[in-house]
């Protein structure tokens, strides 16, 4: 079976500070990688998503994250983070039909 | 499109008593997935179906939860006898499937929080 890690249960960050939350996976067999976010109170909401072609993927709202194979890794980096960053940062994996989350990271950023 | 909706958002039941929560997922969409979520952890995979056919459960789904989707559109998922251990967040989430990998994207409703006493 897959299993994700997030080795980083709590981020605290200065804003406009550059922030990396990593993920690690089990295995590398035919993966689709995924980063959702949780705000207070709110459902997860899908990030960005790493399916094929360009390692490096980005979402609308400046986060990145880049596919790794050879690391097994998809480690979600922003250059500068605002206070509306402040949430729960999901790495998720699907191999076959489901979909294997890790524990989260907390990123709080801090004025 | 609405989204995916739950209901109800929060559930308080005496341990022993069966609930039932509800799960509508975007209308075009044919995968269903149940997650469950306890505080400090990423949500972990109950069940999920493929119109009404439930196609994988996780040994996590005791013999005390069952899940249903009659119509393929909406879902429900029964605790019997409730246990403490049974509180924590459920979650629904659906996709579409097309043949194209993007497709199997997930979009989640926001949870239904159940707290046993």
């Known amino acids: 079976a897959q299993s994700v890690t997030q080795l980083d249960s709590q981020v605290p960050v200065f804003e406009e500070a550059p922030v990396e939350l990593r993920c690690n996976y089990s295995s590398s067999v035919s993966v689709y990688l995924f980063w959702y976010v949780q705000y207070p109170n709110q459902g997860l909401q899908l990030l960005l998503k790493?399916?094929?072609?360009?390692?490096l993927v980005k979402s609308i709202n400046g986060f990145e994250a880049e596919f790794n194979k050879s690391q097994t890794s998809f480690h979600l980096r922003k250059p500068s983070v605002h206070i509306s960053d402040t949430a729960e940062y999901f790495c998720?994996?699907?191999?076959?039909?489901?979909?294997?989350f890790g524990t989260g990271t907390s990123l709080t950023v801090i004025p | 499109d609405t989204g995916v909706s739950q209901d109800p958002r929060h559930k308080i039941t005496k341990r022993g008593q069966n609930v039932t929560f509800r799960c509508d997922p975007i209308?075009?969409?044919?995968?269903l997935y149940w997650y469950r979520q306890t505080l400090g952890q990423g949500p972990e995979f109950l069940t999920y179906?493929?119109?009404?056919?439930?196609?994988?459960k996780s040994r996590l789904l005791s013999d005390r939860f069952s899940a249903e989707r009659p119509k393929g559109s909406f879902s429900t998922l029964e605790i019997q006898r409730t246990e403490q251990g049974d509180s924590a967040m459920y979650l629904c989430?659906?996709?579409?499937?097309?043949?194209?990998?993007?497709?199997?994207?997930?979009?989640f409703g926001p949870g239904t929080r159940l707290t046993v006493t």
């Open positions: 989430a659906s996709s579409q499937t097309s043949g194209r990998p993007h497709s199997y994207e997930q979009y």
């Open positions: 179906f493929q119109n009404e056919a439930q196609l994988e």
């Open positions: 209308s075009e969409h044919n995968r």
């Open positions: 998720a994996v699907r191999t076959g039909n489901q979909f294997y």
């Open positions: 790493y399916l094929s072609g360009s390692t």
